[in-house]
């Protein structure tokens, strides 16, 4: 273990998630769509930086070697013939070290409740401008434009939603490059929501928090992607866990009456705006069993992976094969063909086999430990680390579910996944640590 505890400026943290979002901004601006790949890049080279350039600390998170492990599957696979070219296999080892990075670089930042406190709040700010922008596309077309102005003529059919008045647009995007990615933001805005206003005890904050978690809700309606719908309620059931061990009834019960309030109230707007069309397509959720839901949307996927691609590439089917690697970084005269990727599972066995199937899913199983046994206070949290901790979970408990739906750990996602539940354990150890009087920091110079 490295004897040092020093550790770099709270600001670098607060730099990487500013960054990332100006990043998907800019994916929003005509002007930077010829630089697409650059712009889109620029978040995840950022957190691969990090962890090359920042000196170790004494703090390591329990999954740190874990991750260390499903990296040296991935460095083992660029071995296999079918990778396409030592560039692209490079490209997808770098993307999953920065997307994994935070495991690695943000213990080394100092990080005390205040901090976590802030990062949920940036995060929430931002989401909240997503999912209110996605909204009031909605409302107000002309005036919100989607994703780059697009043309509905030259749009993707399966793209569009046809509104109560019968007006066709595009699904929201919010600050998004792609349409329906709105929903992604609705998603942290509700559930944070939740956190803030538990923590926050001024008034006059409250009405706002809860208009823009309504309009959220609204957002994911009308993006009408139900695994994100399905997440969201996910992620909020999965809060009664640590509040359950927490012995938390009176907050159970608040969380539950404001979920109900801003459901009933976002379902009502979101069908009166979006008509028939969003009210069939949510009305399948409970119109049959939720296992054939599932098979007919995404589980023909799952099947897919598990019957044919398992048995063919057990090992796994080389870097580069699938998404925007074999895009972008890929010999087109050279390149093996390309596979196709609709959920995390498949890119986990293409990548790296079984191996990694087995690898990257303990992972986020001892990152929900960690962010339960800090809800529980076993590092001697405060009351509000714990219960971002709390908040922390459900959100990871739905990011796992989402696993079966889309890749979730191969973009902004699940870097956001792995900042802030590495910022909270770092927040939780270090706190401990200055409690005991173990280990007095010393901060890196600027």
């Not at 208009?211 to 909020?236: D, E, K, N, P």
């Not at 640590?242 to 938390?248: E, F, V």
């Not at 770092?426 to 600027?446: C, G, H, M, T, Y």
Request: glycine share 10%; hydrophobic share 55%; with cysteine.
């Amino acid at each position: 273990m490295v004897r040092s505890a020093r550790l770099h400026p709270t600001y670098w943290l607060f730099l990487f998630v500013v960054v990332e979002m100006a990043c998907q901004v800019a994916l929003v601006v005509p002007e930077f769509e010829k630089l697409h790949v650059v712009v889109r890049s620029a978040a995840f080279a950022g957190s691969f930086l990090f962890v090359l350039g920042m000196r170790a600390s004494a703090y390591r998170h329990p999954v740190r070697n874990v991750a260390l492990v499903s990296l040296v599957v991935l460095g083992a696979s660029i071995l296999n013939p079918a990778t396409d070219g030592i560039w692209a296999g490079f490209a997808a080892i770098i993307l999953h070290i920065a997307i994994i990075g935070p495991v690695f670089w943000v213990t080394r930042v100092r990080v005390d409740t205040i901090t976590v406190r802030h990062l949920f709040l940036v995060m929430w700010l931002f989401h909240t401008a997503s999912a209110v922008t996605g909204a009031l596309q909605v409302y107000f077309p002309d005036w919100f434009p989607g994703v780059f102005g697009s043309d509905l003529g030259d749009a993707d059919l399966g793209m569009t939603v046809i509104l109560a008045d019968g007006s066709v647009i595009l699904r929201p995007s919010g600050l998004t490059g792609f349409p329906g990615g709105a929903s992604i933001s609705a998603v942290y805005c509700v559930l944070i929501g939740i956190g803030l206003l538990l923590s926050d005890g001024r008034r006059w904050l409250r009405l706002p928090i809860l208009g823009s978690m309504v309009l959220a809700l609204v957002t994911v309606y009308l993006c009408q992607i139900r695994s994100l719908f399905i997440m969201l309620g996910v992620s909020v059931l999965s809060l009664a866990i640590p509040l359950t061990l927490q012995r938390k009834l009176g907050t159970m019960l608040r969380v539950g009456a404001l979920v109900a309030a801003v459901g009933v109230l976002g379902t009502i707007l979101a069908f009166s705006v979006g008509g028939q069309m969003t009210i069939d397509r949510f009305s399948t959720l409970i119109g049959e069993a939720p296992t054939q839901v599932y098979y007919n949307n995404r589980g023909r996927f799952m099947e897919f992976t598990m019957d044919t691609l398992l048995p063919l590439f057990p090992m796994g089917a080389g870097l580069g094969r699938w998404g925007m690697i074999h895009q972008y970084f890929t010999d087109r005269l050279t390149a093996s063909s390309s596979l196709w990727v609709e959920i995390q599972w498949t890119a986990w066995l293409l990548d790296g086999g079984i191996l990694l199937m087995i690898v990257y899913p303990l992972a986020l199983l001892l990152t929900a430990r960690e962010s339960l046994r800090i809800a529980k206070g076993v590092y001697g949290s405060d009351d509000e680390l714990k219960l971002w901790a709390t908040i922390a979970f459900g959100h990871g408990v739905g990011a796992m579910m989402l696993t079966f739906n889309a890749p979730v750990f191969e973009s902004n996602l699940g870097l956001d996944y792995w900042t802030l539940n590495i910022a909270l354990y770092a927040a939780a150890i270090q706190a401990r640590d200055v409690k005991e009087n173990r280990a007095p920091f010393e901060l890196e110079s600027a």
